[in-house]
């Protein structure tokens, strides 16, 4: 079970061995969606996800084509370079259980955060799940039960981050 501390001025985050393969497994799955070639919105639902039209109107697809033009590789590329980070994270040293202990500092937080987030946005793209489904883990025999528990794992553990990184923020 995943648990969280501080260490001074940094987080330490332990994981299960479960936790630490799903973790890993996702994080590479979107790698690979982050470092294919990019598909005009609309073919590839994922994508448009993670990357959505800042001009909703489809009478402005110049000023669109224009916005991306100036800021997609930025986005791309700080997307790869945390999930990249994030994927070294999990790769560190475990015990002979499999677990393993992970120290964070503020920036390593903030990647995770990121990273967490678009796995979970992907995993909840191919779920399905919209802002209309039940917070619940839902009917047992939902095929996609096993998906929605996983996607309300992220969901609280993102969440817990932010709240670890919001604490390490001093007052002001």
């Keep these: 079970m995943t648990k969280f501390s501080r260490d001074g001025n940094f987080v330490v985050v332990r994981l299960e061995a479960g936790e630490v393969n799903a973790l890993t497994d996702l994080a590479g799955q979107l790698s690979a969606v982050l470092t294919g070639g990019v598909p005009d919105h609309g073919d590839d639902p994922i994508r448009d996800r993670l990357f959505p039209r800042a001009y909703l109107d489809p009478t402005e697809d110049r000023a669109e084509s224009d916005f991306q033009?100036?800021?997609?590789?930025?986005?791309?590329?700080?997307?790869?370079?945390?999930?990249?980070?994030?994927?070294?994270?999990?790769?560190a040293k475990t015990d002979a259980r499999?677990?393993?202990?992970?120290?964070?500092?503020?920036?390593?937080?903030?990647q995770w955060v990121a990273a967490l987030n678009d796995v979970r946005l992907a995993l909840g793209v191919a779920l399905g799940v919209t802002e209309d489904d039940d917070p619940?883990?839902?009917?047992?025999?939902?095929?996609?039960?096993?998906?929605?528990?996983?996607?309300?794992?992220?969901?609280?553990?993102?969440?817990?981050?932010?709240e670890v990184l919001l604490d390490a923020l001093p007052e002001e």
């Design 98 to 110: 499999g677990r393993m202990k992970v120290r964070l500092d503020a920036a390593g937080v903030e």
């Design 69 to 91: 033009s100036v800021v997609h590789d930025d986005l791309v590329r700080a997307k790869a370079d945390a999930v990249a980070a994030f994927l070294a994270d999990l790769g």
């Design 136 to 162: 619940d883990l839902g009917d047992p025999e939902d095929p996609r039960a096993t998906g929605l528990a996983l996607y309300h794992w992220l969901t609280w553990l993102q969440g817990t981050l932010i």
